[in-house]
């Protein structure tokens, strides 16, 4: 490949946003300069005027369901919407694929789902279940950059909950491998009073299925992982946080000197359960999406780095699993997939606030690089990086429409909304993959990691 360089007048860096031109040679990036500093000759020129270049995404949280699940999503199309969405790299939750992937034979089953499939780089999340602690540190060693647990009945088969005890089995080992602990924390008790105190309600009201998914399933599952963390000396990792009654607990942890990330969705920050009709079953996660005031007070969890990234929990499935037609909320599948539009969404809702460029890429590339133990690649404008990089038109303005998607079930909550800023290209180590609406050149992604 030829040197190339690719010059703005809103370079997003580590050190802030400025005109500079990006070296770029062997898939990597050789420097970043002002742009006087621009060699003579000798580099292949992508002048992008006043769009945005910024790190490629990092997708921390992305159900792929492959193999064994590829008809709800698959990693061709995942990572096509990926690319369409900036996002460069995913790391692929364990559950919902058969076999989930909780042994190393299972990861080799991963790995041959992925060859020769995937337009962006990716990596995989190990599980743990009631009965694999002896599977954790061969996962390790097989390459798995962490580990990922559900302390309530995740809705599918082939991957179980754990309690706190055999929580407790597994813990040693995952603290042996100095790898995150990522964890769904929501406890089963509070659910299920909660639950059973509805038995006659109405189950096609959003207000039914928020009361059945209590904020104190999360606020008290944190408080005891927070205590196992004491106890264990493990990292620990708080998936898609939902209830901002938490962020004060996990405040005081970090001032503790407790190892404990946090990440929450795009959902979480654009949504409110105020707007979400009674039958819209396309608003069905869980945990689930709260009030608008709660929704402010994740946006001061950001803005505090108490919560310390923002990843999509894409989670599609085949659209009868939502439920449309009856609209049950009961019944319907939990999830929201947003891998093409989360960049747009979040710089929707960021800029009116006063945030910039520059805090997304720490929120959406540099902090879920560092949790996927890829940050020495990925996740920076920097000399030495993974030539990743998302070319971003941050005023231009569009409506959600199904052509947009790019997954591989084209339904969404988002569906006629206007959004902020739109992708324009996406380069995947200094590789065009995606421009302006078109998917470029074979895929290319590999797994990826430090190693």
């Not at 569906?415 to 324009?424: A, I, P, Q, W």
Request: net charge negative.
């Amino acid at each position: 490949m030829s040197l190339q360089a690719f010059l703005s007048r809103q370079v997003v860096t580590p050190e802030g946003i400025r005109p500079g031109a990006i070296l770029v040679e062997e898939e990597r990036i050789q420097a970043v300069v002002s742009l006087d500093q621009l060699p003579a000759a000798g580099y292949e020129i992508h002048d992008v005027g006043n769009a945005a270049i910024l790190p490629g995404l990092v997708d921390s949280h992305v159900h792929i369901n492959d193999p064994g699940r590829a008809e709800w999503e698959g990693f061709e199309t995942a990572t096509r919407a990926a690319a369409a969405g900036g996002c460069t790299m995913l790391v692929d939750m364990p559950l919902n694929c058969l076999p989930a992937t909780t042994n190393v034979g299972a990861l080799a089953a991963k790995r041959a789902a992925a060859r020769a499939k995937c337009h962006v780089d990716w990596a995989a999340w190990g599980g743990v279940v009631h009965d694999n602690q002896n599977d954790i540190a061969a996962l390790a060693a097989a390459g798995v950059p962490g580990f990922k647990c559900f302390l309530v009945n995740p809705g599918i088969d082939g991957f179980t909950m754990v309690t706190e005890q055999q929580l407790r089995a597994s813990l040693p080992h995952i603290a042996r491998t100095g790898l995150p602990l990522l964890v769904h924390a929501e406890l089963p008790g509070p659910i299920d009073a909660a639950t059973g105190a509805l038995a006659d309600a109405d189950w096609n009201c959003y207000s039914t299925y928020l009361q059945s998914r209590p904020d104190d399933a999360e606020r008290s599952a944190i408080r005891m992982m927070l205590s196992l963390c004491r106890e264990y000396g493990f990292r620990l990792h708080i998936v898609h946080l939902s209830t901002s009654l938490a962020l004060e607990e996990l405040r005081a942890a970090r001032s503790e000197g407790l190892a404990v990330s946090v990440e929450t969705c795009p959902h979480y920050l654009h949504l409110a359960a105020e707007t979400i009709a009674n039958g819209a079953t396309l608003g069905k996660c869980a945990p689930p999406i709260r009030s608008r005031e709660n929704c402010e007070r994740l946006w001061q969890g950001l803005r505090d780095g108490t919560i310390d990234m923002v990843v999509t929990d894409h989670s599609p499935c085949l659209p009868s699993m939502k439920r449309l037609t009856e609209g049950n909320f009961r019944t319907a599948w939990g999830g929201i997939a947003s891998l093409s539009i989360a960049l747009p969404l979040m710089w929707t809702e960021a800029s009116r606030r006063g945030f910039t460029l520059l805090d997304l890429a720490g929120w959406m590339a540099a902090a879920p690089a560092r949790l996927a133990g890829c940050e020495r690649r990925k996740g920076r404008i920097a000399a030495g990086y993974d030539a990743d990089f998302v070319i971003f038109d941050s005023d231009r303005e569009f409506i959600v429409s199904k052509e947009r998607l790019h997954y591989r079930h084209p339904v969404s909550p988002y569906l006629g909304e206007t959004l902020r800023g739109m992708v324009k290209a996406t380069y995947l180590r200094g590789n065009l993959i995606y421009a302006e609406g078109s998917f470029l050149g074979k895929p290319g992604g590999r797994e990826s990691g430090n190693h």
